[in-house]
């Protein structure tokens, strides 16, 4: 197994001239036509490969074979003999007609040849990278269908390293006389001369690592576009500290902490701290959704206006087959479109940055975190369609929604990204396991259900107490039970503590989630 790199992304912004932001968006625009152009080849590949006897000959078999498992085999996930032989053969199909990583980035490269005054050998080989990433997750993950990319949407390019293409260089004197006299550092590409702006020590001192790669990225923020450079670089962030105090901004504190992520809140129990916080509080704040909501009613308004043949007389969108459907936008609804992007835009950036401070929070409580390992992804995803006694459907709502507004997801990586860069330990317990239903009052397991706020036995809210387990983890699979006993009484008067001082602030006019139980 290959040993992990240690690398960390430093985002700068560029300060940039107009006439160098035309050059950015016009390679931007090829490279997105590039990589259009590269998926309808590969797509032709596909359809022609898919077409012949020999692959579906292997998928047929693999399809009896599977057909014929016992539920307990297709659980269990283990191959056969005869199964191996034939994914090895349908492997040996897809690096016959090009699916790898080295004939797509081979095949990037050839395309980029009308194009080379704009875009260069390594910038195009990680186009082709990008492709063989949506294939390979088509091919082998869970990806659906390889998508075109639309006008506008291709937002960054990077290159291979820091010796040809995109690169960055210290101390530089202008050729160009873009500057005068030198810049700290400077970004060049192709022609391209801009002076990267960098404000504080951390970013100087996070200069002095070696550099992987470089990205140029494109946001739109309040309707304009900014343009960042981040630099990839090796080895371990530096060490934030406060510039007045001298003292560290994000101390890491030791010891094992027990995390229960739910839908809209966060359990972490330690030694000597319980916290039981909201995800993301000000992301879904009530003139948001209402600005939101507006704007998604006057945008179906103006697109019901402009393009009328494309429903039916009871308002539903006509089914139009293979034919494609085309929708006419009106200036106004493009203003409004940009309007949402902006809303959307500041609620990412918010729920970011909460994200960041909770993780924060969280490495000063510990450096040893044993997590519940949730799946949000089947979460996000639609119910089966059910009917009732009745004749009617149950409704095939999941959790999409909520889960796309706190990013539970997002903060676990975040927090596992922290641990590894800090040495840190990251366990996962599966959701499923007996460990989250064990009881060690009653020294029993007892499934909990979902709309259960509390632990009967302990008397503890279901997400503290889970976590309170987590916490006398002996590996990922064993616990501490007599541990568990002992720290009991500490945990409940905190835990106590904590629910006296959160109805107090309930009482006061703050709000919380109805999952906290509060």
Excluded at 374 to 399: A, F, P, T, V, W
Aim: include cysteine.
């Amino acid at each position: 197994m290959k040993e992990k790199k240690e690398i960390f992304v430093l985002k700068l912004p560029l300060k940039t001239q107009k006439y160098q932001e035309d050059i950015i968006d016009k390679r931007l625009e090829i490279s997105r036509r590039m990589y259009n152009q590269l998926v309808a080849k590969t797509t032709n590949e596909y359809d022609q490969m898919i077409k012949t006897r020999r692959y579906r000959g292997i998928r047929e078999e693999l399809s009896q074979i599977y057909d014929s498992k016992t539920e307990e085999e297709k659980s269990a996930k283990k191959r056969s003999s005869r199964e191996r032989e034939l994914y090895q053969m349908l492997n040996d199909m897809y690096k016959e007609y090009g699916f790898t990583d080295f004939s797509m980035r081979t095949l990037a490269n050839n395309q980029r040849q009308p194009f080379k005054k704009n875009i260069d050998s390594a910038t195009a080989t990680k186009i082709g990278y990008r492709l063989w990433s949506s294939w390979n997750r088509f091919l082998y993950g869970d990806g659906r269908a390889v998508h075109f990319c639309r006008y506008g949407n291709y937002n960054s390019v990077e290159g291979n390293s820091n010796k040809s293409g995109i690169r960055i260089k210290k101390d530089v004197i202008s050729k160009k006389n873009v500057w005068s006299g030198t810049t700290p550092l400077a970004l060049l590409w192709n022609g391209l001369e801009i002076p990267v702006v960098v404000k504080n020590i951390y970013e100087k001192e996070a200069l002095e690592c070696e550099v992987a790669f470089n990205r140029i990225i494109r946001e739109t923020v309040r309707g304009k576009s900014k343009y960042y450079l981040q630099i990839v670089l090796k080895g371990k962030p530096p060490i934030k500290y406060n510039e007045k105090t001298g003292e560290l901004k994000h101390p890491i504190g030791e010891g094992r902490v027990g995390i229960d992520v739910g839908l809209q809140t966060l359990a972490a129990v330690c030694e000597n701290e319980v916290k039981l916080v909201p995800l993301a509080s000000r992301v879904r704040t009530k003139d948001i959704e209402d600005q939101k909501a507006e704007l998604q009613q006057k945008m179906d308004r103006s697109r019901r206006a402009m393009n009328p043949d494309n429903y039916n007389e009871d308002g539903t969108i006509k089914k139009q087959g293979a034919k494609k459907v085309i929708w006419v936008k009106s200036n106004h609804y493009k203003q409004m479109q940009l309007q949402l992007k902006e809303l959307e835009r500041k609620q990412a950036a918010v729920r970011k940055y909460q994200h960041y401070v909770l993780v924060n929070e969280l490495l000063a409580m510990g450096n040893q975190f044993y997590v519940v390992d949730k799946n949000y992804k089947q979460m996000q995803e639609r119910k089966d369609l059910k009917q009732k006694e009745d004749g009617s459907y149950e409704s095939r709502k999941n959790y999409g929604k909520v889960i796309n507004e706190k990013g539970p997801a997002m903060l676990l990586n975040l927090l596992s990204q922290k641990l590894e860069q800090c040495d840190g330990e990251y366990t996962k317990v599966s959701a499923a396991s007996k460990i989250c239903q064990y009881s060690h009052i009653s020294d029993e397991y007892q499934k909990k259900e979902t709309a259960e706020r509390y632990d009967v036995a302990s008397g503890c809210q279901k997400n503290l107490y889970v976590a309170f387990l987590l916490t006398h983890m002996i590996d990922a699979t064993e616990l501490d039970k007599a541990g568990c006993k002992e720290s009991f009484e500490t945990f409940k008067k905190m835990h106590d503590a904590l629910f006296d001082q959160m109805r107090q602030q309930k009482e006061s006019g703050t709000k919380f989630p109805a999952s906290m139980g509060i």
